[in-house]
């Protein structure tokens, strides 16, 4: 039997386990499957752990929400727009900064 993706990707981590884009892409792949909260724990986890990896940001943001856990989700999302803003990355805090303003971000 094929080993599915995400068991592919596990396997990739155990050899590198501090890379980002594998655990990134860990995370994706959980979500596809229906393990969404642990998906979401590494995406938050990568945010803190790896704060320029600003795509975590953005997914943690949009998977949160996706979930009603909205007020996370603008915390998510305004931390991902003022790193992006910090490393010059304008077109991702423009895309964060309009997903925020479309879940009603009122500054709470």
Not at 13 to 37: C, H, I, Q, T
Not at 87 to 98: D, L, N, P, T
């Amino acid at each position: 039997m094929e080993p599915t993706r995400r068991q592919k990707i596990e396997a990739m981590l155990r050899d590198s386990p501090e890379d980002v884009f594998l655990r990134y892409s860990l995370a994706l792949e959980m979500e596809n499957e229906g393990d969404w909260e642990a998906g979401i724990d590494i995406l938050q986890d990568l945010a803190r752990a790896t704060p320029s990896y600003v795509p975590a940001y953005h997914m943690a943001g949009r998977h949160l929400a996706k979930h009603g856990r909205i007020a996370e989700a603008r915390a998510a999302l305004r931390e991902g727009v003022e790193e992006a803003r910090r490393q010059g990355e304008s077109h991702a805090a423009g895309e964060m900064a309009e997903f925020l303003a479309s879940l009603g971000d009122l500054g709470e």
